[in-house]
């Protein structure tokens, strides 16, 4: 295992699929790239992207994990196998698209779907069973990447500023990339800047509220605002906006930090459409209030953290957020500067999280540290994740 282990990791040019399932439950992003070089040398170059969609049932099943009330451990079991061959599958179709066989493949790296996050405890949990997905492709799988950040003092997220600042840092313009998933995110990277510069951290509510407003408000009908319509049609109640901010103690915590659905969870979102309804407002109303909650959390975590220690000459977004047309609206008129969208630096927007973590994956196999101290406040670099090996290494005698 160990020849063959190392034959994969002195290849020049390695092929991997990264594999994403987020916040919002949308469904399995699968990325095919190319990617050579290490560190900040490092190049990429997708192949092929695509995404399995979640069906409701789906959907559902996994919000259940999510909830404590609802989970429970024979739940978290069955779903953690059952979620290994969804992304093995996801894997398997996007290698087929990209027009290659198992057999291209060097790497696949998984994130999982997280289920649950709880820094201050220094644990998390991300299912999707790893040795499921290394059996059903036939590849080198990496995946977990959250827990040897937290292991050495970090938050275990956010993960992505690493990518970020290594293919993204400009040399004479500070750089803001901003992803709207299910929680916001921003990465923050001032120009000519040393990894230990970047400011990274999540801002708070992404879509997640939005969604889940969208979603009582239909009965089930539909889970997103589709390209910001709805929110569109309504205004904004000021008033329940500063009410809702000013009792959200989590906007305004110093970095670093990160939050997901234990905090903005379904029960939260049910209150605020209640509230909402209380004070007469329609539907429309609702969702574009809280829309404006999603984009207030991000400008004030920006003019807290980030406008004092750097010059922004470009804000960058991706995410599902990015194509809601009332959200980056009101972004860029409260930023005053025009927030650009994430593929004018040459990548899908959709595809931007697969990618980063094939970029972690290959970086853990090259035996580099893959996480950034600045960001998830790590007492030092690890290289995070864990390697699981197909059962093909052995068929193939190549042994130890």
Same mark, same amino acid.
């Given at each position: 295992?160990?020849?063959?282990? #190392?034959?994969?990791?002195?290849? *020049?040019?390695?092929?991997?699929?990264?594999?994403?399932?987020?916040?919002?439950?949308?469904?399995?992003?699968?990325?095919?790239?190319?990617?050579?070089?290490?560190?900040?040398?490092?190049?990429?170059?997708?192949?092929?992207?695509?995404?399995?969609?979640?069906?409701?049932?789906?959907?559902?099943?996994?919000?259940?994990?999510?909830?404590?009330?609802?989970?429970?451990?024979?739940?978290?079991?069955?779903?953690?196998?059952?979620?290994?061959?969804?992304?093995?599958?996801?894997?398997?179709?996007?290698?087929?698209?990209?027009?290659?066989?198992?057999?291209?493949?060097?790497?696949?790296?998984?994130?999982? #779907?997280?289920?649950?996050? &709880?820094?201050?405890?220094?644990?998390?949990?991300?299912? %999707?069973?790893? &040795?499921?997905?290394?059996?059903?492709?036939?590849?080198?799988?990496?995946?977990?990447?959250?827990?040897?950040?937290?292991?050495?003092?970090?938050?275990?997220?956010?993960?992505?500023?690493?990518?970020?600042?290594?293919?993204?840092?400009?040399?004479?313009?500070?750089?803001?990339?901003?992803?709207?998933?299910?929680?916001?995110?921003?990465?923050?990277?001032?120009?000519?800047?040393?990894?230990?510069?970047?400011?990274?951290?999540?801002?708070?509510? =992404?879509?997640?509220?939005?969604?889940?407003?969208?979603?009582?408000?239909?009965?089930?009908?539909?889970?997103?605002?589709?390209?910001?319509?709805?929110?569109?049609? %309504?205004?904004?109640?000021?008033?329940?906006? !500063?009410?809702?901010?000013?009792?959200?103690?989590?906007?305004?915590?110093?970095?670093?930090? !990160?939050?997901?659905?234990?905090?903005?969870?379904?029960?939260?979102?049910?209150?605020?459409?209640? #509230?909402?309804?209380?004070?007469?407002?329609?539907?429309?109303?609702?969702?574009?209030?809280?829309?404006?909650?999603?984009?207030?959390?991000?400008?004030?975590?920006?003019?807290?953290?980030?406008?004092?220690?750097?010059?922004?000459?470009?804000?960058?977004? !991706?995410?599902?957020?990015?194509?809601?047309?009332?959200?980056?609206?009101?972004?860029?008129?409260?930023?005053?500067?025009?927030?650009?969208?994430?593929?004018?630096?040459?990548?899908?927007?959709?595809?931007?999280?697969?990618?980063?973590?094939?970029?972690?994956?290959?970086?853990?196999?090259?035996?580099?540290?893959?996480?950034?101290? !600045?960001?998830? =406040?790590?007492?030092?670099?690890?290289?995070?994740?864990?390697?699981?090996?197909?059962? *093909?290494?052995?068929?193939? =005698?190549?042994?130890?």
């Amino acid at each position: 295992m160990i020849k063959w282990l #190392q034959s994969v990791r002195d290849k *020049q040019v390695k092929r991997v699929v990264g594999l994403m399932s987020g916040t919002s439950l949308d469904g399995i992003d699968a990325a095919v790239v190319e990617i050579e070089g290490v560190n900040q040398d490092l190049k990429v170059r997708l192949l092929h992207f695509w995404t399995l969609p979640f069906t409701p049932r789906e959907r559902e099943e996994l919000l259940g994990l999510c909830q404590p009330g609802m989970s429970s451990v024979d739940r978290i079991c069955t779903m953690n196998v059952w979620l290994g061959h969804k992304l093995a599958q996801a894997a398997l179709h996007a290698i087929r698209q990209a027009g290659m066989r198992q057999d291209d493949i060097d790497l696949v790296c998984s994130h999982g #779907q997280t289920i649950y996050h &709880a820094p201050g405890n220094r644990a998390t949990l991300q299912i %999707g069973e790893l &040795a499921v997905i290394a059996e059903e492709t036939g590849c080198l799988t990496i995946g977990d990447f959250r827990p040897h950040d937290m292991a050495a003092g970090g938050q275990g997220a956010p993960l992505v500023p690493y990518v970020d600042y290594v293919l993204f840092r400009h040399n004479r313009n500070g750089r803001v990339l901003l992803n709207v998933g299910g929680i916001s995110n921003v990465t923050c990277i001032p120009a000519a800047a040393a990894p230990e510069h970047v400011i990274a951290f999540d801002t708070g509510p =992404g879509n997640v509220l939005i969604d889940q407003m969208v979603y009582l408000s239909t009965q089930g009908q539909q889970s997103f605002d589709l390209d910001g319509q709805i929110a569109l049609q %309504g205004h904004v109640d000021e008033k329940w906006l !500063s009410d809702i901010i000013a009792q959200d103690s989590y906007l305004l915590k110093s970095p670093p930090k !990160s939050t997901g659905r234990e905090y903005y969870h379904t029960a939260y979102a049910r209150k605020l459409y209640e #509230q909402g309804k209380r004070r007469g407002l329609s539907d429309v109303d609702i969702v574009a209030t809280i829309t404006a909650y999603t984009v207030s959390g991000i400008t004030a975590n920006l003019e807290q953290f980030v406008h004092p220690k750097m010059k922004t000459d470009e804000i960058y977004i !991706s995410g599902g957020g990015r194509h809601n047309r009332a959200l980056v609206g009101m972004l860029s008129e409260k930023l005053k500067i025009n927030v650009l969208p994430f593929e004018k630096l040459g990548f899908p927007s959709d595809a931007k999280e697969a990618i980063v973590f094939a970029v972690l994956g290959y970086e853990l196999l090259c035996g580099n540290a893959n996480n950034l101290p !600045s960001a998830t =406040g790590a007492k030092k670099r690890v290289p995070m994740g864990k390697i699981v090996f197909p059962s *093909q290494v052995m068929v193939d =005698g190549s042994g130890l």
